[in-house]
C-alpha cells in the first residue's frame, strides 16, 4: 500500500476547500482517506494553510509521499 499525503476537496460549487489526507495512492480523490493533517483554502486573501505539523512528519517518516501540489504548498509555507 503507497501512501500519499494529498488535498481532498470540499465546499461548494465554485468554492473549493481542501483537506491534507493521507490516504492510499489508488483511493479515489474524495474517498477513503487514513488522516487529516491539515487544511488549505485558497479562497482567502492570502491564501490559507494549516498543517498538523507532528502527524504531517510522522506520515512522511514511515514512507508517506506528498503529491506535487501539496509539496509545493508545502515548500511556499
Known sequence: MALKV???RLGAK????????VA?????RDGR????VGFYDPNRNP??????KE???SWLAKGA???ET?????KAR
Open 6 to 8: 494529498r488535498l481532498a
Open 14 to 21: 465554485k468554492k473549493p476547500y481542501y483537506r491534507l489526507v
Open 24 to 28: 492510499d495512492s489508488q483511493a479515489k
Open 33 to 36: 482517506f487514513l488522516e487529516i
Open 47 to 52: 491564501a490559507y494553510l494549516e498543517v498538523k
Open 55 to 57: 502527524l504531517l512528519d
Open 65 to 67: 509521499k506528498p503529491s
Open 70 to 74: 501539496v509539496a509545493s504548498l508545502l
